[in-house]
């Protein structure tokens, strides 16, 4: 009974859209858990200082995570565990787990030895706070966690694999789960700590959710001696994804140790507006991404129009849902954020200005989904250098243009025209938005280079990308000034007293905005509309055929 429970659990998802949306639908399962954890955060801690210490703590331990765990990560390990034995399989593995077991946690032990240095290194306004000993110990606390994920990427190699996408997406909801449990319960008795116990309990369920996959597949993974001719190869390959990675971790920490120099809460609301920008992100470019790099590893080098036209289709499906999304984000931003994090301990002030941040954060969406995705396509197509080099390129570019916004705001006061154009000239701490406008930029600036760096591997793909983006900025255009037309007709007849009012609001108005867009769409006969519309169709049949009648027996006379 538990192993039918499983299969049905774990059954494979067939096709590029049919997988992209049940990756979406669980996404948003696992996203809603974490808009919960962070209004969590925002009604205990609001925008301050103990939440600034939470998010900073987190940095370093991300940089491990990007830099080690990812040496043996999914990326890696999927196409060469695509089509071999249950064995072989098995044996590659455990010893990339070994590996990453004995390596990463030996660099582990050394970082949490010398953590209280490189903290106040980065951040030397918290070096005389009263509770620094236990932003320190959190931060040695987190160092579990990136060898815990890893460990969940080396196993979940064979949930992607087997296509088991329904599982593959449980594993935040998890960790999202851990993360609450430890805020709500652990940290009244425990202080910051008790919610670095949250997350290491989060982590390990990350990890658990991939043992059905396994027992499933029946690929044992054992700990071993790790073997210098089997790690040195995969290390090798993975070499250039980890220092991509690690570019992409090394600007976060640089842009969160520059707002740590800021007024106080700019870490914490520079950090919960990306977290609400991560959900559409989430749903959409990582959705395509998960679901299409299993396609673009099989046809890499093998069927070239293939691989353009999955990852063709793929980027299409990111570039006209991530502007309809931002179409919405703009106009909704203040009722977003209100709903969510305006609540408790989290003001006015901080409501407005991470509105901002939102805002600006929310116009790179289009160019982060590609990011994913495109890194993926290099990848698939062994040219791995390529990915770190734009990364390093991006992360030089975001930091000099994040410089140089501070150096105009005491020259030429950028940042307060910045603040005037997002209406939030009155509250304190708006040199933050130069910091999201500068990581913005650089999400342009890299996506930008790694479609020219795609230009021979799939010809025409740029081409073909320019039909959803002409139909995804009129259907945003559409959809935003409608939902600003219904916010405005409301906002007449009933005060924003109440945040159930403001839901309401806000929700009526981006029913009206996704129904604008999907009518906007279908006169323009864009061809993704007809996917998604067709692909949701097949999926919904899928999980939930329909019953057949009984047919009466021969005995039983039929009651009319």
Known sequence: MVRKLLERIAAPVRGLHQAAYLLAALTLASQALALLR?????????????????????????????????????????????????????????????????????????????????????????????????????????????????????LGSVTQVERQFFLFSLAPVFYNLGIIFGTVTLYPFFGLPGIGYGVILGAFGYVLTNVPSLSLAKVKVRLVVPRLSTIIPLVKDSVPRSLALGMDSFTLLFLTALAARLAAGSVSVFTLAGNLENVPLSLIGGSYAVAAFPALSKHAGEDRDAFTRVLSGSARHIILWSLVFLGLIVVLRAYIVRVILGTGAFDWGATRLTAALLAIIAVGLVAQGLVLLFSRALYAVKQSWRPFLYQLAGALFTAAVALMFVWMNSHTGFTAWLAGTFRVADVQGTLVLSLALAATLGEFFLASWSLIALKREAPGLARSLWRPLRDGVLAAFVAGGLAYAVLAGLGSIEALTRTAIVFYHGFLAGIVGIVAAAVTLYGLKNPEFADIVAALTRLIHARFPRASLLEPSADEPTQL
Do not use: K, W
């Open 38 to 154: 962070d209004r969590t955060f925002a009604h205990l801690f609001g925008a301050g200082h103990t939440l600034d210490l939470y998010y900073a703590a987190f940095r370093v331990p991300d940089l491990v995570f990007a830099l080690v765990s990812s040496l043996v990560s999914a990326y890696i390990l999927i196409p060469r565990i695509t089509g071999v034995s249950r064995e072989e399989a098995g044996a590659l593995l455990s010893q990339a787990a070994s590996f990453l077991l004995v390596a990463g946690g030996a660099l582990c032990l050394v970082l949490a030895v010398f953590m209280p240095h490189i903290l106040f290194a980065l951040y030397p306004g918290f070096a005389n706070a009263p509770d620094a000993s236990s932003f320190v110990f959190l931060a040695r606390l987190l160092l579990i966690q990136p060898i815990l994920l890893g460990l969940s990427g080396v």
